[in-house]
């Protein structure tokens, strides 16, 4: 039996008596070793207590196995959706996952990227932070890291995407509003600078417009988007002359926080006012909550994301893909209604 110290892949081939190549095949996953092979390689592997050593390894073969995945904010349980599954379909192809919390900065964005780069990783599924130009992914395209930009696009990129149809999501929340009889439908966050944020004003927008009612500027609020930051701003939105009867709110975050501050309030969600969000949380759906809510493909897309990376590591050169999730209308008491009008 060979000793734990400094164990090698050739140590672990000569106790299996095949070759340094299989072990490295086998540890790799890789179609070419049989499994029952695969199977007695792991065994021995973990009886024996060997490390791989990936980043020798990476010197060798250009792949680290490992695959960046960037967002601008974990806490929103949407992102949290879509990094789960997006890391669950990288761990199913053997790659770890590099984790990278963005916080909407541009310079901590550039400082993962360029680590991603140093350390030779495989890929890179990336929601852009907001005001991210073709400059700032300059780098990923001249060093030819493989790159999904996922739920935001960039604009002249010419990268592959997945996301949501945000313009329709909000044209599908607006309409329902406008077909239960409201002519006084607020618009709560988003910050504009985020092509999400333009795309769902613009769904509302659109709805507004398709129905002959006049797009009122004062219905119009901007908030971060926590619910904290959408109980503050809703006496304003309620003190308007002619306040809204109805709330459109860009995320369910926000549609949350104006829940909470209507019943502070002693108002009743669904009777007094009507409340639809976006993205279909868990939370919305919770008997307290009730959210009426625009159900977003959350694992789709980060499953789609994950397989579009592999397929751009197989083909470099292919051209670019794209992937627009459709969404639906998921009715619940916040609306004031149980059926889609």
Same mark, same amino acid.
């Given at each position: 039996?060979?000793?734990?110290?400094?164990?090698?892949?050739?140590?672990?081939?000569?106790?299996?008596?095949?070759?340094?190549?299989?072990?490295?095949?086998?540890?790799?996953?890789?179609?070419?070793?049989?499994?029952?092979?695969?199977?007695?390689?792991?065994?021995?592997?973990?009886?024996?207590?060997?490390?791989?050593?990936?980043?020798?390894?990476?010197?060798?073969?250009?792949?680290?196995?490992?695959?960046?995945?960037?967002?601008?904010?974990?806490?929103?349980?949407?992102?949290?959706?879509?990094?789960?599954?997006?890391?669950?379909?990288?761990?199913?192809?053997?790659?770890?996952?590099?984790?990278?919390?963005?916080?909407?900065?541009?310079?901590?964005?550039?400082? +993962?990227?360029?680590?991603?780069?140093?350390?030779?990783?495989?890929?890179?599924?990336?929601?852009?932070?907001?005001?991210?130009?073709?400059?700032?992914?300059?780098?990923?395209?001249?060093?030819?890291?493989?790159?999904?930009?996922?739920?935001?696009?960039?604009?002249?990129?010419?990268?592959?995407?997945?996301?949501?149809?945000?313009?329709?999501?909000?044209?599908?929340?607006?309409?329902?509003?406008?077909?239960? *009889?409201?002519?006084?439908?607020?618009?709560?966050? *988003?910050?504009?600078?985020?092509?999400?944020?333009?795309?769902?004003?613009?769904?509302?927008?659109?709805?507004?417009?398709?129905?002959?009612?006049?797009?009122?500027?004062?219905?119009?609020?901007?908030?971060? &988007?926590?619910?904290?930051?959408?109980?503050?701003?809703?006496?304003?939105?309620?003190?308007?002359?002619?306040?809204?009867?109805?709330?459109?709110? +860009?995320?369910?975050?926000?549609?949350?926080?104006?829940?909470?501050?209507?019943?502070?309030?002693?108002?009743?969600?669904?009777?007094?006012?009507?409340?639809?969000?976006?993205?279909?949380?868990?939370?919305?759906?919770?008997?307290?909550?009730?959210?009426?809510?625009? &159900?977003?493909?959350?694992?789709?897309?980060?499953?789609?994301?994950?397989?579009?990376?592999?397929?751009?590591?197989? &083909?470099?050169?292919?051209?670019?893909?794209?992937?627009?999730?459709?969404?639906?209308?998921?009715?619940?008491?916040?609306?004031?209604?149980?059926?889609?009008?």
């Amino acid at each position: 039996m060979v000793q734990k110290k400094n164990l090698t892949l050739k140590d672990i081939a000569k106790e299996l008596g095949v070759s340094t190549a299989t072990v490295s095949l086998a540890i790799n996953n890789s179609s070419l070793v049989a499994e029952k092979t695969r199977l007695l390689v792991l065994s021995k592997i973990k009886e024996v207590g060997y490390v791989y050593n990936r980043r020798a390894a990476s010197l060798i073969t250009g792949k680290s196995g490992m695959v960046g995945l960037a967002v601008h904010d974990f806490t929103n349980p949407y992102f949290t959706e879509v990094c789960a599954s997006a890391e669950k379909t990288l761990a199913q192809e053997g790659r770890m996952s590099l984790l990278c919390n963005s916080h909407e900065s541009l310079p901590l964005q550039e400082r +993962f990227i360029n680590a991603l780069i140093e350390h030779n990783s495989d890929g890179l599924l990336l929601c852009p932070v907001v005001g991210t130009e073709v400059e700032q992914l300059q780098p990923l395209l001249t060093r030819g890291l493989p790159t999904v930009l996922v739920t935001r696009d960039v604009d002249g990129a010419n990268m592959d995407f997945v996301g949501n149809d945000e313009r329709f999501s909000f044209h599908l929340a607006t309409r329902h509003l406008i077909n239960l *009889g409201h002519k006084r439908i607020a618009f709560i966050g *988003g910050a504009l600078d985020a092509k999400a944020a333009r795309d769902r004003r613009s769904g509302y927008v659109d709805a507004l417009k398709l129905n002959g009612l006049p797009v009122d500027e004062r219905l119009l609020f901007d908030c971060d &988007n926590h619910s904290e930051a959408a109980e503050k701003i809703l006496p304003e939105v309620l003190s308007i002359e002619s306040p809204p009867t109805a709330i459109v709110g +860009f995320s369910d975050l926000i549609a949350l926080g104006v829940l909470s501050a209507l019943i502070a309030l002693g108002l009743e969600p669904g009777k007094d006012i009507a409340v639809v969000g976006c993205d279909n949380i868990a939370e919305s759906s919770r008997h307290y909550s009730q959210l009426t809510t625009v &159900n977003v493909q959350k694992s789709q897309i980060g499953q789609m994301a994950a397989s579009f990376l592999f397929q751009r590591l197989q &083909n470099p050169h292919m051209p670019p893909q794209r992937k627009i999730f459709e969404s639906e209308l998921i009715v619940r008491r916040s609306c004031g209604a149980y059926r889609v009008s």
